[in-house]
């Protein structure tokens, strides 16, 4: 489930949407959907407050760069704020910074705004796109895909990290998503591979 809500900039130049709980395949046309009715009404300047934004799924990733676009269409700008640290390294190992402005937080976001940095442009490269689970993606970044310790040869003692981790595959380079140490197999290439507790990867 998404909750999608917005207020303005006192001269309402810039609107701030805050999203909160998960962007997935099915909550992802609504964000589509409210942005877009935005846009009709005249509005192109978005901070996106992601600060309650849980999860971000392969399609959530998709309607962003498709959000962007739109906004490019019209020369409108869009800057995202308050990533959660695993997200934010998500969308760095997808190439997603070098596109979306992502900053700190709502002043930041406005003053890239402001300042013309984070106005959106025609997107000339994509970013690597995302495997179908259960495929051996190709040798590009995948995305964030959850997997559980195995359970064959894994005498370690699980320990769960505070906030999940990602990790990068050395065989296929999909992006595997760990909640704890433990040893794993990469659901793509079935590479194993152990995360220890101080979250070590060792493949």
Known sequence: MVFLTHTETPDGNIVLLAINGIL?????????????QLIEKGKTRFVIDAAGLE????????????????????EGSIAVCSLSAEITTLYTLLGFNKILTIVKDHSDAIRAIEDGTARAKPVTEEPAAPPAHGTTPPRAPGVGTETSPVSRHDSQERVPFENPVIVECAECRGLIRLKSSGLFQCPYCAAEFSVEKDQTVIF
């Open 24 to 36: 997935d395949g099915a909550t992802s046309p609504r964000f589509d959907d409210y942005i877009t």
């Open 55 to 74: 999860y971000v799924s392969s399609a959530g990733i998709g309607v962003m760069l498709y959000v962007y676009r739109k906004l490019a269409a019209v």
